[in-house]
DNA sequence: AGGTGATTTCGATGACGGTCGTAATATGGG
DNA sequence: CCCATATTACGACCGTCATCGAAATCACCT
């Protein structure tokens, strides 16, 4: 009991009503952070930090996602070891309504991004 | 005719099919970028450059209509010795489906932006 | 306990971009 | 021809941000 053996670490979240359209723009202004909801879109399930392919080191990324986090694009959740990143897509729908789909289709109709590690 | 009196002095845009969704997002990150577009939609017709009502100081403003062109977002055009600015919504809508119609709804719902002057 | 893999924290670095002021240029009107 | 107005070009400044590497932390497995 000297520590908690599962600790069950938390990650803060933001209301989608404090978040500023402004605050999602910078976030999705980034072709990784795009590279990132793209992904995880694309797979249609959670995905664990280390499953993405980008062409950026793993602090990088860990910056990424905080960033998109608290723009509250993704939700982020320990797993054991990993850590799990998912889409608030229906939560987003709500707060800016199409601003999400409309990335996600010109994203995919542009594959030429940042999206691939090599 | 030693000088062309009316020079009809043009101004170079590029194809929508030639702009990258980056290039895009890039340009409507920024909140006095968003600021135009928003006024220029809500005018609902072409607008000199000098009456838009925003907090930066004239030649700012002139770089940011410039990133905004290049993106394809307005087309400018010389009319005597003032500049209109008028919105590609069209094209955008074609180039990138819901986009512009997403970004300004979210920007009529928040209006405590880089929106007016004082 | 120790090892391994996943992710983070920290600090540094380098580049980019928004901002301004001033001087220049163009247009239209007297 | 000169002036007032509208917009630009130039150069400088400064903050912010993406990026990395190294070291630390945490969870799980043996």
Redesign the interface.
């Known amino acids: 009991m000297t520590r908690p053996r599962t600790a069950a670490r938390t990650v803060e979240h933001p209301e989608l009503s404090e978040v ?3 605050q999602v ?2 976030a ?2 980034d ?1 990784v952070r ?1 590279g990132v909801v793209s992904q995880l879109a694309g797979a249609g399930e959670d995905m664990s930090c280390g499953r993405f392919e980008l062409p950026v080191s793993p602090s990088t990324l860990t910056h990424h996602f905080g960033v998109l986090r608290e723009a509250g694009v993704i939700r982020q959740y320990y797993v054991g070891a990993t850590k799990m990143n998912a889409l608030r897509a229906e939560e987003m729908e709500e707060r ?4 999400l ?3 996600l ?3 995919a109709a ?1 594959p030429a ?1 940042a999206t691939a590690t090599a």
Request: hydrophobic share 50%; proline share 14%.
């Open positions: 500023s359209l402004q723009m910078e999705l202004a072709p795009r800016f309504p199409g601003l789909p409309a990335l289709a010109a994203s542009e991004t």
